[in-house]
């Protein structure tokens, strides 16, 4: 084998020529854990593919990384900054896409072999590619997750995919930016074959010897033929396409309409035409507010993966964790312990059925996996066996956490603690799950106050990436760093805050449920304040909200809030009477919404109007609601990052957005009022204290960073 070395010492490729003709062009990154794409491998892979053209030995090239975990993880976004004007990003984009044409045109055949993830433009050069197998592993997936950057694929995978697999299928993985596995995509046509890791290299060689393939298309029912082939169906998908990611995204992100304009162009008018209307869009985008908040959100959550919970401070080993209580908050968390964290999960509860309900939960879940052919029945089986039950603490006393997950009831909390100081090991930290209880007071007849610490999850807990931190002020360093660990582990992004009723999220969220409440109460309809929220970029309207996590839930963390912070927190007092209804929403079928009929949950039930003493008209706009909402956010937020809740902005703006589902586009609470700008926060807070009373009054700090000219970024 005859190894041909890149003239710069540091190139993340190596060419070697097998002697069958076979050359092996493997990319390995330089002092990276995963091979990214960057401006400057253009040069690198300009003389690569030289060095092939002259050696007329060459008849085939297998494309494999180097990295043991990944094949291509996306291309390096941190260049995008240095862009000062669209024609910069767009001017990226042109290189990416000459790039990968200069291989698609290679007189030689090319085959990609992907393991692990190929993601973004990884996808795109493997598209590049004549042929692509992969690897069977699960860490193996492709996908194009360019659009939940605010972005779209620029390196031609708006023009490839289209052409490969069903237009209809390349636009769903492009407008959602989900990923698919091994078998998904040899079923979808993105790649030619799926083998064991072992002999991966072996038949991409194979691959390699053959002359290109000549591609008919995908294979289409008659109903995707006329969607895909015909001038009329096309318009008709496009058209579609359109209304409902119109539907999905509110307006508030440009990417998702602009994939669809490529994808099109591309199809009606041919591939040049394709590749240079998707450059011009990339660079577009590039500049755009929004795609510049998710580059930052996206930034600091990988940040944040890096750090420990206080610096310089190592987690404790961790080996077996605790769950008290089997409901659907304890379920959950056993559910993330075991299938993301690895770690074995030991649930009590007081009855069996409880352990059962919380076992059930994580079969539930993996089952659905299994039947999607996302994981093997033996990898659930794998998982299944970290959980385990118990009545009372056999088998708990060398837990190196146990996590509480009973009522909010301060009482029994503090007798959990007392139980398990007296039932596990000295070095067992207690983490509470409390949403609201402030954890001094869980701590407080504690031997060990040191290891009591807050672990707040969302519900529901599989899904919502956030978790609260709550360090007391005598919840040691270690504990700390350990709690943060074990959240990492489980899959989830941990901010540490400060003790405190509420803690952060739940005390930010409040006042804007408050505010919606107060709309409600004079007579906004309640559809049209959940739509103007979800307009703004919520996920869910305020109503509805509280519909979902439980009327008489959201209404209790109130007057803990009042009782710290004042009235500001004073939840309206007509709200008492939708309780004295019964009314708990969508756990009882009973709420704002109306849960039977033909679409649960979806419609208002209008009967809420006569027990609130209510005739619905609505005299707000949209935008009038909304801002009434989100400013005493904002306003509350600023108060806790003053007070020191959070670290600092960053962590203020991810646990807002992925806590409670702040607008991603617009990067927080604190990345929007410094966008907006401080001083008009403060005027239009002032507005409405002028009109609706002191709780808009603005927060001291905000006040105090106009005359010193500061911002939060």
Not at 68 to 80: E, Q, T
Not at 145 to 174: C, D, F, Y
Request: charged share 25%.
């Amino acid at each position: 084998m005859t190894t041909i070395e890149n003239n710069k010492t540091q190139s993340a490729f190596t060419l070697d020529v097998r002697e069958d003709g076979v050359a092996i062009l493997t990319m390995d990154v330089p002092g990276e854990s995963m091979n990214t794409l960057k401006i400057e491998f253009a040069e690198q892979i300009d003389a690569v593919l030289k060095q092939i053209n002259a050696d007329a030995n060459i008849k085939g090239v297998v494309l494999i990384s180097g990295k043991s975990n990944s094949f291509v993880a996306g291309a390096d976004i941190s260049m995008l900054a240095a862009c000062e004007s669209a024609a910069d990003a767009t001017a990226i984009a042109k290189s990416g896409q000459d790039m990968f044409q200069r291989i698609e045109d290679m007189s030689v055949t090319f085959v990609a072999a992907i393991h692990g993830p190929a993601l973004g433009g990884g996808l795109e050069l493997a598209l590049a590619c004549h042929y692509r197998v992969c690897s069977d592993d699960l860490k193996t997936q492709m996908g194009l997750p360019e659009v939940q950057l605010g972005l779209l694929p620029g390196s031609g995978g708006t023009q490839r995919l289209p052409r490969l697999i069903s237009v209809q299928q390349a636009m769903k993985m492009m407008l959602t930016g989900g990923a698919v596995r091994a078998k998904q995509a040899k079923k979808y046509g993105i790649v030619d074959e799926i083998v064991p890791q072992s002999i991966l290299l072996d038949v991409a060689v194979e691959l390699a010897k053959k002359s290109k393939p000549k591609r008919k298309g995908p294979k289409l029912d008659l109903m995707g033929k006329f969607l895909e082939n015909t001038g009329v169906g096309r318009n008709l998908m496009f058209n579609q396409a359109r209304k409902q990611t119109l539907s999905k995204t509110q307006g508030n992100y440009p990417s998702p309409d602009l994939i669809i304009d490529c994808i099109q162009t591309g199809l009606n008018k041919g591939l040049t035409k394709g590749l240079e209307v998707e450059a011009r869009h990339f660079g577009h985008l590039v500049k755009t507010p929004e795609s510049e908040s998710l580059r930052s959100l996206f930034f600091a959550t990988t940040e944040m993966k890096k750090e420990n919970g206080v610096q310089g401070i190592e987690s404790a080993p961790l080996a077996k964790i605790g769950v008290l209580g089997g409901g659907l908050m304890g379920g959950g968390i056993a559910f993330v312990t075991a299938a993301k964290a690895g770690l074995s999960a030991r649930i009590k509860d007081i009855r069996p059925e409880g352990i059962s309900n919380a076992i059930k939960y994580s079969y539930d879940i993996l089952n659905k996996k299994v039947k999607r052919r996302f994981i093997k029945k033996s990898e659930m089986q794998k998982q299944l066996s970290l959980l385990t039950g118990t009545l009372d603490y056999s088998g708990l006393g060398n837990a190196d956490v146990v996590i509480e997950a009973v009522f909010e009831n301060l009482e029994l909390k503090q007798k959990m603690v007392e139980e398990v100081e007296n039932n596990c090991a000295q070095h067992t930290i207690f983490a509470s799950n409390t949403s609201s209880i402030p954890i001094s007071q869980i701590a407080e007849k504690a031997q060990r106050p040191e290891q009591v610490i807050g672990l707040h999850y969302f519900s529901p807990v599989d899904k919502m990436p956030l978790a609260e931190v709550i360090a007391h002020d005598k919840t040691s360093d270690q504990t700390i760093s350990t709690t943060v660990e074990l959240a990492k582990k489980q899959g989830k992004t941990p901010i540490v805050v400060k003790d405190g009723a509420g803690f952060y999220v739940n005390r930010i969220l409040a006042p804007y449920m408050n505010a919606a409440a107060e709309a409600l109460m004079s007579g906004e309809p309640i559809e049209h304040i959940d739509k103007a929220l979800v307009k703004f970029g919520f996920p869910v309207g305020p109503v509805k909200l509280l519909d979902e996590v439980g009327i008489d839930v959201g209404t209790k963390i109130g007057p803990i809030l009042q009782a710290q912070f004042g009235d500001r927190f004073a939840f309206n007092p007509g709200f008492e009477k939708v309780l004295a209804d019964d009314r708990k929403g969508k756990k009882n079928k009973r709420g704002f919404y109306n849960y039977s009929g033909k679409k649960p949950g979806k419609e208002v039930d209008e009967s809420i109007y006569t027990i609130l003493g209510l005739t619905p008209s609505s005299t707000l706009s949209k935008e009038q609601i909304s801002e009434r909402c989100v400013l005493l956010m904002l306003n509350e937020a600023a108060m806790c990052l003053d007070e020191g809740v959070i670290r600092n902005a960053r962590d203020g703006d991810i646990g807002a957005i992925f806590g409670i589902g702040f607008p991603p586009f617009l990067g927080g609470p604190f990345r929007y009022m410094h966008t907006l700008g401080i001083a008009h926060v403060i005027d239009r807070l002032e507005h409405y204290e002028s009109l609706l009373g002191d709780k808009y009054a603005p927060a001291d700090c905000l006040k105090k960073m106009v005359e010193e000219g500061n911002s939060f970024y």
